[in-house]
Each structure stands twice: as structure tokens, then as C-alpha cells.
């Protein structure tokens, strides 16, 4: 088992920036990627982003060239830094992880472990 505590979000203006983490404990050794998925009210869950155990990483078209994603191994934290923030990314934003091999990192049925999520809400 693993467990995934997301902290970071909040709420900032179009263009401003937010850091999301996400500690992980438990079976951590068994994770093979870790991701960042989004929910807005009404839309289905989103894959952002999602990085291998090795370091790479994957990125949603919408998010790529504002958001990074990236992992410290040493505080098993992973992180989300989001720049140029528009109205458009305000979501739940949930940490996940899985132990599975996949196809597509982005689909939310490839993980098994799930945080709480926190608020992102970006105001225009």
C-alpha cells in the first residue's frame, strides 16, 4: 500500500504561480510512475502529468511549457510546479502512483494509489 498527501494548492491570479507536493508513504519502492491528475466541477479526471520512475516525463498538450513535474527520491515528494496559471487550470488537483506497467501514463485507470487532492482555483 501506498499513501499520497497532496499540500500546495490555493488560490492566485491569471499568470501566477503555485507549487503542489505530494509526500508518499508505504510501499513506495513498488511504485512505477507517479502522476498529477485534475477535476474540475462537472469534467472528468484529467491526466496533467506523470513521471517514471527513472525521471521521465510526460506532459498533457495544455500544460506543456508552464507546468514541471519532478520527484525527490530522498523525502519521497513529488512535485508540481505550475507557471502562467489560467482560469482554465482551476481543478482539484489529485497525486496518484501505481505499480503497474503502462501504455499511457496519463490514463487514470493505470494507478491504484489516490490522494486527497487540493484546490487550485486561478481568477482572471
Known amino acids: 500500500q501506498v499513501q499520497l498527501v497532496e499540500s500546495g494548492g490555493g488560490s492566485v491570479q491569471s499568470g501566477g504561480s503555485l507549487r503542489l507536493s505530494c509526500l508518499a508513504s508505504?510501499?513506495?519502492?513498488?511504485?512505477?510512475?507517479m502522476a498529477w491528475f485534475r477535476q474540475a466541477p462537472g469534467k472528468e479526471r484529467e491526466g496533467v502529468t506523470a513521471?517514471?520512475?527513472?525521471?521521465?516525463?510526460t506532459y498533457a498538450n495544455s500544460v506543456k511549457g508552464r507546468f514541471t513535474i519532478s520527484q525527490d527520491n530522498a523525502k519521497n515528494t513529488l512535485y508540481l510546479q505550475m507557471n502562467s496559471l489560467k482560469p482554465e487550470d482551476t481543478a482539484m488537483y489529485y497525486c496518484?502512483?501505481?505499480?503497474?506497467?503502462?501504455?499511457?501514463?496519463?490514463?487514470?485507470?493505470?494507478?491504484?494509489?489516490w490522494g486527497q487532492g487540493t484546490q487550485v482555483t486561478v481568477s482572471s
Open positions: 496518484a502512483a501505481t505499480s503497474m506497467r503502462l501504455g499511457y501514463w496519463l490514463s487514470p485507470s493505470g494507478y491504484n494509489y
Open positions: 508505504g510501499s513506495t519502492y513498488s511504485t512505477r510512475y
Open positions: 513521471i517514471r520512475g527513472d525521471g521521465a516525463p
